[in-house]
């Protein structure tokens, strides 16, 4: 629970019915529907009488009979192998050949873990030396989710901020990251550059070509690169794609290919599937020492993810194809999903262009808008009387006006003299457009307020 919540929860009467909260990434918390797949294939290893039943579809079956047998006991409630179900690691690195071209990865080279958060603080702790005269840094990007920076800082690592350019649509820059690395170098030894690619809070995709200038920095600067990509299959821009950071870089050649060292992150629960509450995620390791993955193994294997988030995971790497059974549902429902929220981010321009004061750089992909709200110097000033953020402020003024229940752009870094607000665009539309038009009535009323 934020700050901004516990605030508003004080007990007094409000003038609306219910709270309406778009500020968390849960998708299925906003009332999106689960897939169908997914919840029968759940189903189906939780309660292996269905097997023996006709009501599931015999792709459900045959995937849900393959990952039991893989189980040790033949059951969900036993531990599983370490770190994760083989079939799982199997599936994972067959989505990896695909989506990239090329062999398949090696298992071993794949961690499975209970969300990419936690599979990020591990390979943290592989790079972090937060003792000593000179701690490591690792370059990460203003605006970023905070629970990056504080698993750094509980490493005793130091964060470096590069600032994303949000007049150039939220781009990555050259130039910002070599000044951020000439900083870096003042204040502690940087080791790794962290990069969320499709953008979280902002929503940008990076081009191939953003990917290969950032690759040839890491090489030229010897850093690690971590990569946050568990928004990769959430892209709603016409003539914009995702592109991996592992496939640019074999499609880079020597000495990239072979010595760039990178750790590329995905998830169910963040991803399309929007499996928040079933814990799983998966980290690949390209281009590290064995023996450091040997070590990553032992660190992995104290936190193996829980059962049902490895069958999301299974779900994820390998769902319904056409032909199967279940492939007409599952297609028509990530359809529907992805029209959905293609609407939703039409519908948050339109209104946003609309409001005095309000700016949006265009969502590409993602699951959060992040306009940019300049606030007139009286709210300013206010905010500073009531010790409060200016976004803050405006948040809670919203919070408690209207019942709209986002977050604050200073909770993920911003430049200094900008105020931001944050908002979760993979929602029902119905629920996008209640928010929307409460938030163009107390925009309204708050401006003409402090104008």
């Not at 130039?175 to 690395?181: D, F, G, T």
């Not at 950071?245 to 963040?270: C, I, Q, R």
Request: contains cysteine; negative net charge.
């Amino acid at each position: 629970m934020t700050k901004l919540h516990c605030i508003f929860m004080q007990g007094v009467k409000k003038p609306f019915r219910e709270v309406i909260d778009v500020a968390w990434g849960d998708a299925q918390g906003a009332g999106i529907k689960p897939l169908t797949f997914v919840r029968q294939v759940l189903a189906a290893c939780l309660y292996p009488q269905l097997l023996d039943s006709n009501r599931l579809p015999t792709d459900v079956k045959q995937k849900a009979r393959g990952l039991l047998s893989e189980c040790h006991g033949g059951s969900m409630g036993s531990y599983t192998d370490l770190p994760g179900i083989p079939q799982v690691a199997r599936e994972i690195s067959e989505y990896i050949a695909r989506r990239d071209g090329g062999d398949p990865p090696k298992t071993g080279n794949i961690f499975i873990s209970p969300g990419s958060q936690w599979a990020l603080q591990n390979i943290l702790n592989l790079l972090v030396h937060g003792h000593g005269e000179v701690r490591s840094g690792v370059l990460t990007p203003i605006p970023c989710h905070v629970t990056t920076i504080e698993s750094l800082h509980s490493l005793g690592g130091v964060s470096v901020p590069y600032y994303l350019s949000e007049e150039h649509g939220w781009e990555l820059q050259m130039e910002e990251l070599n000044r951020a690395l000439e900083y870096a170098k003042q204040v502690c030894a940087p080791v790794a550059l962290y990069v969320v690619n499709p953008g979280n809070p902002p929503g940008h995709v990076q081009s191939k070509k953003s990917i290969q200038d950032v690759i040839r920095f890491a090489l030229e600067k010897r850093l690690f690169l971590l990569v946050d990509e568990v928004y990769q299959d959430c892209v709603y821009a016409d003539n914009v794609e995702f592109v991996s950071y592992k496939k640019v870089l074999a499609e880079m050649g020597p000495p990239f290919s072979d010595t760039v060292e990178l750790a590329s992150f995905h998830s169910a629960s963040k991803g399309f599937l929007g499996e928040a509450g079933l814990r799983g995620g998966y980290v690949e390791l390209v281009n590290m020492d064995p023996d450091v993955i040997k070590y990553a193994c032992t660190i992995f294997s104290k936190d193996t993810a829980p059962t049902p988030g490895q069958i999301a995971l299974s779900v994820l790497a390998n769902p319904p194809r056409l032909g199967d059974p279940s492939y007409p549902l599952y297609e028509m429902e990530t359809q529907q999903m992805q029209t959905m929220i293609k609407a939703n981010v039409r519908r948050v321009h339109e209104v946003l262009d609309s409001l005095p004061g309000i700016s949006c750089q265009p969502v590409e992909g993602g699951a959060f808008a992040f306009p940019r709200v300049d606030l007139p110097p009286k709210a300013l000033q206010k905010a500073k009387e009531m010790g409060m953020e200016p976004d803050t402020f405006y948040c809670l003024r919203l919070l408690e006006e209207s019942g709209a229940f986002i977050t604050p752009g200073c909770e993920y870094g911003q430049k200094e003299g900008t105020y931001h607000i944050r908002f979760c665009i993979r929602s029902p539309g119905d629920v996008i457009e209640d928010f929307l038009g409460r938030l163009v009535t107390f925009h309204t009323q708050f401006m003409k307020e402090f104008s």
